[in-house]
């Protein structure tokens, strides 16, 4: 059964910069796509960064060029690196398993989309 932890999460300020990452419990990475997704308060989830089996990452585009997803099967571990934050990148942040990268990121997630417990950052000053 697939779990996933995300950890990093805290206060920012505008600016700064930011590590996130999730590990998977009880199956390897290797064959997975994952990805980020973020819920701010009073918004739908979106989705931010996803990386498919062979490394190939794309990312929603408020977040290009700042956000940088990878990935150590190894360590059944994927990260999001964050910098540039800015006030509108506060909300939680899901790690997700079982994801498809398409350029829309409205259709990454599915039925079969494992989800983690959610990390919150706020960027404030």
């Known amino acids: 059964h697939l779990q996933l932890a995300e950890s990093g999460g805290g206060l920012v300020e505008p600016g700064g910069s930011m590590r996130l990452s999730c590990v998977a419990n009880?199956?390897?990475?290797?064959?997975?796509?994952m990805a980020w997704f973020r819920q701010a308060p009073g918004k739908e989830r979106e989705g931010v960064s996803c990386i498919n089996m062979l490394g190939t990452t794309s990312h929603t585009d408020p977040v290009k060029g700042r956000f940088t997803i990878s990935r150590d099967n190894a360590k059944s571990t994927v990260y999001l690196q964050m910098n540039s934050l800015n006030f509108e990148d506060t909300a939680t942040y899901y790690c997700?398993?079982?994801?498809?990268?398409?350029?829309?990121?409205?259709?990454?997630?599915?039925?079969?989309?494992?989800w983690g417990q959610g990390t919150w950052v706020t960027v404030s000053s």
């Open positions: 997700a398993a079982t994801v498809e990268c398409f350029d829309s990121t409205a259709t990454w997630s599915s039925r079969d989309t494992y």
């Open positions: 009880g199956v390897s990475l290797d064959h997975l796509s």
